[in-house]
């Protein structure tokens, strides 16, 4: 009987800690709990990476006079996964608010947070082709985050937190491209004096942004391995804010030239620079790579498009297998790191 008593005490006591201590639940519980509660707001890169190959692969089927059978399933696999990412996510905030709280008070995970609306707005020019009325919707609904994130980075940028030279990356420029991104669709739907306002934004961001970040990667300690393939960012703003320029201005003059010949500089100087950051270990930042690719790509058969230039539909076509085999690389790699729960690792 005293045996019996002993593990009965035993029991209530272990109830009792449990009850005390909610983390100690069932293993596998606890460990998707974990997961959750580690879901990066970066995944959104992922939505911006395959909004882009569906563009891409619109744009090039175009160029040759493909039917758009590839682009069309990449666009509802792209559907699909925003679906996921933000029911995930939503449920991190719902769950685990204090984490999300935390990302949005990180000095280099803030920048990720207009993702989530250049996702929307990257979505809708994806739509257009599709439907209109529902390209318009998800467009205003983009637009009108993109305002608020732009507002509450920025304030975050200059409010009374202090940020280290450290601190500073090429992920910053992510609330400048969304704004240039919104006059693409914009403009189509008729929404032409709220895309200059977006472009107005953009630009100058991109410009005060771009000073500085030069001068971190310059004068100051290198970017850390896990931020390196953020460097490819730079190829962005400049390639989005072409295809603004030519959807607000409907052509491309002096401007779209320098626009796209400086994308084309970023290209270079980063592919000077690909071979060591393909040597790093995966992770989530590696989506950086994506988006700026595609960017390029819609902007060289854009260009050829608009000049009639064979060489820059052969830029754009080179550019094309490029993305597709870096898109089908990450999507590899992110499910192994997802099945692994290597990118649910706190810091």
């Given at each position: 009987m005293t045996l019996i008593n002993v593990a009965r005490a035993n029991?209530?006591?272990?109830?009792?800690?449990?009850?005390?201590?909610?983390?100690?639940?069932?293993?596998?519980?606890?460990?998707?709990?974990?997961?959750?509660?580690?879901?990066?707001?970066?995944?959104?890169?992922?939505?911006?990476?395959?909004?882009?190959?569906?563009?891409?692969?619109?744009?090039?089927?175009?160029?040759?006079?493909?039917?758009?059978?590839?682009?069309?399933?990449?666009?509802?696999?792209?559907?699909?996964?925003?679906?996921?990412?933000?029911?995930?996510y939503l449920a991190k905030l719902l769950r685990h608010r204090a984490m999300v709280v935390a990302e949005w008070n990180h000095p280099v995970k803030l920048a990720f947070f207009p993702a989530i609306s250049i996702s929307l707005l990257l979505l809708a020019v994806a739509t257009l082709p599709w439907h209109a009325g529902v390209a318009e919707a998800v467009w205003l609904i983009g637009?009108?985050?993109?305002?608020?994130?732009?507002?509450?980075?920025?304030?975050?940028?200059?409010?009374?937190?202090?940020?280290?030279?450290?601190?500073?990356?090429?992920?910053?420029?992510?609330?400048?491209?969304?704004?240039?991104?919104?006059?693409?669709?914009?403009?189509?739907?008729g929404y032409v004096e709220l895309s200059w306002f977006f472009m107005a934004i953009g630009l100058i961001f991109w410009v005060v942004l771009l000073a500085l970040v030069m001068n971190?990667?310059?004068?100051?300690?290198?970017?850390?391995?896990?931020?390196?393939?953020?460097?490819v960012i730079l190829i962005a703003p400049p390639a989005v804010g072409f295809l603004a320029w030519t959807a607000l201005a409907g052509g491309l003059g002096p401007f779209g030239r320098i626009l796209i010949n400086g994308a084309y500089l970023f290209v270079l100087i980063v592919a000077v620079q690909m071979p060591a950051i393909l040597r790093l270990p995966f992770a989530l930042s590696f989506w950086a790579l994506s988006f700026p690719v595609a960017a390029v790509t819609i902007a060289s058969f854009r260009?050829?498009?608009?000049?009639?230039?064979?060489?820059?539909?052969?830029?754009?076509l080179v550019l094309l297998v490029i993305l597709c085999l870096t898109l089908?690389?990450?999507?590899l790699r992110t499910w192994r790191a997802v099945r692994s729960g290597a990118v649910f690792q706190p810091d």
């Open positions: 029991i209530c006591n272990i109830h009792d800690m449990k009850q005390a201590d909610p983390s100690m639940t069932n293993p596998e519980t606890e460990a998707g709990d974990g997961k959750l509660a580690h879901f990066p707001v970066a995944f959104f890169t992922v939505v911006m990476g395959m909004s882009g190959l569906t563009l891409a692969l619109e744009t090039g089927e175009a160029a040759l006079g493909l039917t758009g059978a590839m682009s069309s399933v990449v666009y509802l696999v792209t559907l699909a996964l925003f679906a996921m990412i933000c029911g995930a637009a009108g985050l993109q305002v608020v994130l732009t507002l509450a980075v920025i304030s975050g940028w200059i409010g009374t937190r202090s940020f280290l030279q450290g601190h500073l990356t090429p992920a910053w420029f992510i609330p400048a491209v969304g704004n240039v991104v919104a006059p693409i669709a914009g403009a189509q739907l971190r990667l310059i004068f100051h300690d290198p970017l850390p391995e896990r931020l390196q393939p953020t460097l260009y050829a498009d608009l000049a009639a230039s064979p060489v820059h539909q052969l830029i754009g089908a690389a990450l999507l």
